[in-house]
Structure formats: C-alpha cells, structure tokens
C-alpha cells in the first residue's frame, strides 16, 4: 500500500483590500500600507499585455501635448506646466485612474508652477463630517512610512484651495466610482486577475524550459507507508519549501510506500508540455483587452490574427473605436482638473485641448485626426506635382483676383462657413469670367459678399500655404472659374490636375476613399455692408444674415448636407 500527496503550483487569489480610516493618524491607505497601489504597479510591470496597453493608451491620452484653441489667450496653464509632467499624469490616469498635481503659489498667492506628483505615493486624510478630503499625505515609499528617515517621513499638504497665499497644494483628480469615498479603482479592474495570470504563466514557460522541459517529479520514499500523517506532512513540507511557485515548473508527487525498495526519483519529461498553457495564455490576454475596452490588439502593438481584410483596416477601425469612446473620456478627466485649477487663479480654460498623436505639425484644433496612411501619400504626391517649389502661374492668376476690402468703406457684418441654402437664398448666378474687383452676382447696391479661405495657418499643400498666406477675399465666380485651370495641379481625382475649387478646396488626392479629397481647409463667406446704410428686411441678404445669427445663438438649424460647407477630409 501506499498513498501520495501533491505539491501543485498555485496562483494566488487576489482580494481587494479593505480601505479603513485610521484616524489616530488622520489618513486613509489603499490597503495594507497603500498594498493596491503595489498591486497595481506589480501587474503592469508583470503583464505584459497589460504592459503594452496601458503604454499606448497613455501616448493616446497625452497625444502631442496640450493646446489652446484661441493661441491670443495668453497667459494660460500652458505656461505653468511642463510637457514631461503632463506625460507621467497621463500615465497615472491610465494605470490608476487617477492622478495628482502639486500646485505651487507665490507669495502673493498666485500660480507659480504645477508639478507631477506619484499617485501612489499619495494618500488623503480622513474625511471631515460633510465627506470634505481637505489634506493629503505624501510619502516616497509607504510600505517603509514607519522609517521615519526623510525620505520615507510622511508630509502633509492641503488639498487645493485650502491652503495659505504661499503654501504648496495638491490637487487629486478622479471619477466617481461607486462604493468608493477615497480611491477610484483602475478602469481595467476586472483584467487584473488576468494580468497576474498571464505573469504566472510567462514564469512558468521560462522555468519548464530552464528546467529541462520537466513536467514534474514523483518521489518514492521506501518503507514509509505507516509513518504517522504528521511526519509525512513534515515530509512533504521540505519539497514544498524548495519547490513553490511557477519558478519551478512542475508538480512533485511524494509517494509513501511499503517494502524495501530505495528512495526512487522519477521525471515526466515532455516536449510538448508547454503548449498545453497557451490556451489559457489567450484567454488571459483576451480578458486583458476587453477589461480596457481594446477591440484591436494591434493599435497597441499586439499582433493578432482577425477576419479584416489587411491589418491596415484593423488598426484604422480600432483606433477610431478608441478615440471615440476609449481616449477622450480620459483626456476629460485631466482636462476638467486643468480648467478647476484655471479657473481658480483666473486663467482662461474653455479652449485647452490635447493635440491628438495624428495632427499635423502647425494644425491648429479644426485640422485634428488626419489618417497617417492618406498623409504620406499626400505628403508623397506633393513632392512630385508641380506645386512645391515651381511656379504656378495658374494659381498666382487666381490669388491676383483677392482683394482686400477698404475698412473705410464697408463694415464687416458676417462671417460664416458656407452653407448651401443660404447660397440658394442668395440667388446665384455664375458667370464664369473671372473679372478682378468686379461687381459680383451676388453683390447688392450697399453690400457685397465674397469667400475667404480658412483652416490651418501651415498645411501640407503649396496651394494651401499661398492661400493661406494670401488672407484675400475671393468672388464665387472667380473661385468657380479657377476650376477649370490647374491652381492645384495633381490633386484632384485620381492625381487629375484640375477639379472644383469651390467643392473640394485644397484636394489632396481625391479617391473612393477620400471622395472630397484630405484638405481640411474650408470657405467660409464673408458680407460687408457699407458704411451707413441698411440691408432691406425683404432682400435674401437679410434672411441670410439671420440665420447665420440664429445659428450663432444656438438655434438647431436644419443641418446642410453639400461638401461645400465642411473639409473634405471630413466627406464620407
């Protein structure tokens, strides 16, 4: 007779830990000396899936940095923070959900500074009778807080706002999260077993290969059958010392047997054992990725094999997924602790935005999420067409037809993107010559209506930058004329040297794909009124200008479907 017992590898079932209020020494831990923040780090730096998702969500987050729509407000908080601070925020909101600013002060209490603070290294104080968080503590390492060297000693500061004129703050920014007062748990909570899992796992790859491809180890002991269950446990306990965790790579059976044989080892070496842990390898890096919302493993680098028909499409599909309804969620959390701190010291705050990965050098906020495939090839074609560095007569006959309206003699009373009822409303009649500082059709007796390119100040095309540059009003007729002449030559459809400029703009490779080209430039309509006079109730003019004003003070007007009135990067 003899029995066996086993000595399996385990994985740890994770709990997490209770936050308790200590209010001996007013603070409030994330577990057991802040042990789910170390969790937290310990997975991210284990996993890695979990690795490469948070690291790309992060650069996602962070985008080119922060920008303000209106460059002329100035100063803003752009001026207080530095880009590598904005970084490490961007990543403690990713792998936290939360994050911390220290906000410096002068003596006179104005903004001075604001820093990057580790989340993890912060912790608030007891809530006061209202649920009011009005301190925080600081401490390098928590699970060494008891060392009371400098380094470790933990410091208080007041939360922001509640501090004196000149005294440092921290601001703790972070979503409601439901049953939670004082942390917020990882957006990725429920992938944290899995990211544990998958760290289990590459140990135990490693460790089999490492260890001869051993798949496990019985031990006979000789003449041990009747011991008592106490000394075979104590047996046991030995092999279980040495031989615990994925480290190992196998499981030992020790067998208690009767008879005279010696102490036997024997090895259950197979080749192939390894394979048996991928099954469970997917699945963990599967629930990684649906924990964080990530339906396209390859926009974080993680190849993957799906029914899209290139991995070209994957990407473009999951990376406009992500920064629908992943990205910019996060973006706004950092955005509204941004605008809370602004506001406070009085800065203007409504126009900050994170520029994304995917703008374009010199872009400003209306030239955001361009397709880098489609920008190579536009960038590609410019250096080929006849548009960079050679003259284009065509377009400088176009540009001599902008004028520049006398301020002396006309007030400007609209200024607006285009839109096609309006235009039908003004009764147009193209007449196809182009007649510089002529009457236009559409000009009254007191009025006149012309057409100003606008968009970004640097774009990709010399037809773009002279336009740009230019900063001259245009008739319809002239612009609808300059069609027919090659002012943007290689960029209408399928590399055509002319196409409509009034419909298309600045092109850029039009193509099923692109049917309204990739400039993202756009017309907007301008009207100047002569200097005392009065538009009639009854004239087009007057009906337009209305709307345009209606539209101004948020009326829903009936949405215009032609390309002429929106980028035609932005045409499906």
């Known amino acids: 007779m003899s029995d066996s017992k086993d000595i399996r590898v385990e994985f740890s079932n994770y709990v997490r830990p209770e936050v308790k209020e200590n209010t001996n020494r007013n603070w409030v831990m994330n577990g057991d000396k802040n042990s789910f923040y170390t969790y937290i780090v310990d997975r991210y730096k284990g996993s890695p899936t979990n ?61 001075d500074s604001l820093h990057f603070i580790p989340k993890n290294n912060v912790i608030p104080e007891v809530a006061d009778d209202e649920g009011n968080i009005n301190g925080y503590w600081y401490s390098k390492d928590w699970s060494k807080y008891n ?99 994925t480290s190992n790579a196998n499981i030992t059976t020790v067998v208690f047997a009767q008879g005279t044989e010696t102490t036997n080892y024997s090895s259950m070496d197979s080749s192939e054992a390894h394979n048996q842990w991928n099954s469970m390898r997917e699945q963990a890096r599967e629930q990684i990725l649906t924990s964080h919302g ?81 920008q190579d090839k536009v960038i590609e074609m410019t250096a080929q067409c006849d548009c960079g560095k050679k003259k284009n007569s065509a377009l400088d006959e176009f540009l001599a037809l902008g004028e520049d309206i006398d301020n002396e003699e006309y007030d400007l009373i609209d200024d607006i993107e285009v839109d096609y009822e309006e235009e039908e409303l003004l009764q147009l009649a193209i007449t196809g010559t182009a007649r510089p500082n002529s009457k236009s059709s559409q000009d009254g007796e007191d009025y006149i209506v012309r057409y100003k390119y606008v968009g970004a100040k640097t774009g990709e ?11 001259k009003v245009y ?25 409509s400029i009034w419909l298309y703009k600045g092109g850029g490779l039009l193509s099923e794909k692109y049917p309204g080209g990739t400039c993202k430039h756009k017309w907007n309509r301008v009207i100047y009124l002569k200097k005392g006079s009065t538009v009639d109730v009854n004239s087009p003019l007057a009906k337009t200008i209305s709307t345009s004003e209606a539209r101004r003070r948020g009326m829903k007007i009936k949405p215009n479907a032609s390309i002429v009135s929106i980028a035609p990067h932005s045409v499906k």
């Open 51 to 111: 690795a490469a998702v948070c690291n790309a969500y992060g650069k996602m987050i962070l985008g080119k940095g922060l920008a303000i729509h209106d460059s002329e407000q100035m100063p803003t908080i752009l001026n207080y923070i530095l880009e590598k601070d904005l970084k490490n925020i961007a990543m403690d909101k990713q792998i936290f959900n939360e994050y911390a600013i220290q906000v410096i002060k002068k003596g006179t209490g104005q903004l």
């Open 461 to 471: 095309r010399d037809f773009c930058n002279k336009m740009i540059a230019a900063d």
């Open 475 to 499: 008739r319809k007729e002239d612009i609808i004329q300059m069609g027919s002449k090659p002012v943007n030559k290689g960029f209408g459809m399928d590399g055509a040297d002319t196409y």
């Open 294 to 374: 990530c339906i396209t493993p390859s926009i974080v680098g993680i190849s993957n094999s799906t029914g899209f028909s290139s991995n070209a499409d994957e990407m473009e599909i999951g990376r406009d997924q992500l920064m629908k309804f992943v990205i910019p969620p996060k973006q706004d959390d950092i955005l509204d602790g941004l605008k809370e701190i602004s506001e406070f010291f009085k800065l203007p705050s409504e126009d900050i935005y994170f520029r994304p990965l995917t703008e374009i050098e010199g872009e400003d906020e209306e030239n955001q999420g361009k397709d880098v495939e489609e």
């Open 147 to 245: 060392n009371w060297r400098h380094k470790y000693k933990p410091v208080f500061y007041p939360a922001f706002g509640m501090g004196e004129n000149n005294e440092p703050e921290i601001y703790v920014g972070k979503p409601y999260t439901v049953g939670s007062e004082y942390f917020a748990d990882p957006e990725y909570m429920s992938g944290l077993q899995y990211a544990e899992l998958e760290e289990e796992i590459s140990n135990f790859s490693i460790n089999f290969i490492k260890n001869g491809l051993n798949l496990g180890t019985t031990i006979t002991i000789p003449e041990s059958a009747g011991w008592d269950e106490k000394v075979k446990d104590k047996y046991v306990e030995n092999y279980r010392t040495k031989g615990k965790g």
